[in-house]
Structures are given as C-alpha cells and as structure tokens.
C-alpha cells in the first residue's frame, strides 16, 4: 500500500508544513493580507484550469470532456450527505483538539484537494501500481513541497493534518490500482478533474472572503462521481 514515492510525497508534504507552519509566526499581518489575496487568486486560476482544460483540449493528460450533468447531481448528493453527517463541523473540531482552529478546515480541505485530486495524482499513482514508474508522484512530491510551505504560512496545522489524507488516498490509489485502472480512462478522470475544480473554485472564494462556503461537506462529492460515471456508462 505504502510505496516509497507515496511515502516520499507526504513527508514532502510534512517538512513542506513544518517550514511554512514556523515562517508562518513571523510574516508581518500585512504581508499575510497580500498572502492570502495571492492564494485566493491563484485558486481560483488552478480551479478555472482544471475545469476549462479538459473541454479545451480533451487530449491533455487523457482527460475527458467533463460532464455537468453528472457533475451536479454528485456535488447535491454530495453535499446532502456532508450537511447530514456534519463533515465540515467535525474538521473544525478535529481543528480545536489540535488548539490550531483558525483556518485549519480552509487550510486542510484546500490542501488535500490541491496534492490529491487532479490527473497528475490519479495517473501517477495507477502507474505505480500498474508498472512500478513512481516517476511522476516524485515530481509531485516536490511541487508538493513548495505548495505546502506556503500554505501552511497562511493557515497552520490544517496543512500539515492534510499529509495524512495523502498518504491514505494515494496509498489505496497504488494498492487497488489493478481494480481502479478504469479511473483513468477519460470519461472517468473528465468528470474528476472537473468536479476537483469546482471545488478548488469554492475554496478560492472562500479564500477571498467572497463568500464562507463550507467545502469540506462537498468532498463525499469525490466518491460519488465515479459512481455516476459508471451508472451512466450502463446505458
């Protein structure tokens, strides 16, 4: 479950939180406003990419032309199913067992869906597990770094918990890679990355100040696009 280039992933994941959890203390609040401005906005650049590129150019990546329709019912599943169980509500109390509540659902949700949900993780982790080729999740892994650093400056320990979600996603993603090739098939990672940036969208609002949109009760959305994907493949 556990290979090495998933290890390597999150412990960039890790040291990158670690290093932007302690620049993080002593980054004047101005400079912090002009942080989190330049987060938002590069957001919403990353989401409106991951939702435009495939319609675009269909061929990139092997990703499919997404489609709305099933994208829509999972993000109202989804989100019923988040509400009901309270997801967002138990990230912020996860938040205040850690003594770290403020940004930490921000900081976590925007984390796990930006180092997990996308083609580079989905492909790269199917080629691990297909044909032993960590080559593209050890790029990641770097970009990861970066990534994390700066985020956990802005909103803490959030960041840094999102390492754990890494590690799992990525670790079943290699182990079941066998029985989960169908993932990358174009129809499948389409509506994927589509729906991922959508939701990416919504963290850059959030981020913003745009609107307080609970994301983190979004995220069963994730496993129910799959699942739409193959009904509608039925018929």
């Known amino acids: 479950m556990f290979h090495y280039a998933t290890i390597v992933n999150t412990v960039a994941v890790v040291l990158g939180s670690l290093l932007g959890i302690y620049f993080g203390k002593i980054i004047p609040e101005k400079m912090k406003n002009t942080m989190f401005t330049s987060v938002g906005l590069i957001t919403l650049g990353i989401g409106t990419a991951m939702i435009v590129k ?6 990139m990546a092997k990703v499919g032309r997404p489609d709305f329709l099933l994208i829509l019912l999972s993000l109202l599943f989804g989100g019923v199913v988040g509400e009901l169980t309270k997801l967002e509500d138990s990230l912020e109390n996860l938040a205040g067992r850690v003594g770290k509540s403020e940004g930490f659902s921000t900081g976590f949700v925007s984390a796990s869906l930006l180092f997990t949900i996308g083609p580079m993780t989905i492909i790269g982790c199917l080629n ?6 960590p080559s593209l999740i050890l790029v990641k892994s770097l970009m990861d770094f970066i990534s994390s650093s700066i985020l956990a400056s802005l909103y803490g320990f959030g960041v840094l918990f999102s390492a754990i979600w890494v590690l799992i996603f990525q670790g079943l993603l290699v182990s079941l890679a066998a029985y989960l090739r169908f993932l990358s098939t174009p129809v499948y990672l389409g509506d994927m990355t589509a729906l991922g940036g959508l939701l990416v969208l919504a963290i850059g609002i959030r981020i913003l100040g745009l609107k307080e949109i609970k994301v983190g009760n979004f995220l069963p959305a994730i496993v129910i696009i799959p699942i739409a994907d193959y009904i509608s493949t039925l018929f």
């Open 54 to 59: 495939p319609m675009i150019t269909p061929e």
């Open 128 to 133: 691990i597990g297909l044909q032993n080729d």
